[in-house]
């Protein structure tokens, strides 16, 4: 048999261990092909998902508010509407957002904010303000490197049990996705607009400015921005996962 098949297909035969696992595939699944790897999940995948769960998300985000008159968030980059100011002072804000409540904010005493840093936060500012709901919530976080430590998925594991979204967690979330983030795509500018509305003073009053303008969002607010989300979802799926710009 082993003749015939190098005689006829111009290559070694498999072997009996190969052919015995071919045909337990073939009983298994009715074919001898290998599935398609699904690879990291895609927006589209993620997105009937998420509309089942989108009510107890407790979305989280860092920006920099500079006293110059710029917001950075990673990447993004939010001109105020004043002419920038010759100034390097800066505040690095944490804050949170559920479906019915702002959670924050928190100011970074230090410039950078390091894992250990951002776990003390989670320990003494986040889970007590969350503790009557953390057995319901979900928590969001992005794929910064202060957030997917050791120390801080683990930390997440054991408050967040098979409930937490990020790099390395137990629930999937498409890389790269401000539109579905309601702190990028609506957060952080709305509060921008408020900071900034004339010129910064100095580092205390930027703070003020950054608390008062958070006191504005209020319920009717954040169920209008989850409806967003759920639009949102909505385009991702009819687009099949793709990336589109939304006004």
Request: proline share 6%.
């Amino acid at each position: 048999m082993q003749r015939n098949f190098r005689t006829h297909y111009q290559k070694h035969p498999p072997s009996r261990n190969s052919i015995i696992d071919l045909k337990k595939k073939f009983l298994e699944t009715g074919s001898v092909l290998s599935k398609k790897s699904s690879g990291r999940p895609s927006t589209q995948q993620i997105c009937y998902e998420e509309q089942r769960m989108m009510t107890p998300i407790l979305f989280c985000d860092e920006a920099c508010f500079h006293i110059s008159g710029t917001v950075n968030r990673h990447n993004v980059r939010i001109w105020g509407s004043e002419n920038p100011l010759e100034c390097r002072e800066k505040s690095n804000v944490w804050c949170a957002l559920m479906h019915d409540q702002v959670i924050g904010p928190f100011f970074f005493a230090e410039k950078t904010a390091i894992s250990v840093i951002y776990l003390d936060m989670l320990q003494n500012f986040v889970y007590p303000q969350i503790e009557t709901l953390q057995s319901e919530i979900i928590f969001q976080e992005d794929g910064a490197p202060p957030h997917w430590s050791t120390i801080i998925r683990e930390a997440l594991d054991k408050h967040f049990p098979g409930r937490w979204i990020g790099r390395g967690s137990p629930i999937s979330w498409p890389p790269r996705s401000p539109d579905i983030t309601p702190l990028d795509f609506f957060l952080w500018g709305y509060v921008k607009d408020i900071v900034y509305k004339t010129q910064v003073r100095d580092s205390d009053q930027l703070k003020t400015r950054v608390r008062d303008a958070l006191t504005t969002v209020d319920v009717g607010m954040l169920a209008r921005t989850w409806q967003e989300i759920e639009y949102r979802l909505d385009i991702l799926r009819a687009t099949n996962g793709a990336h589109v710009q939304l006004y």
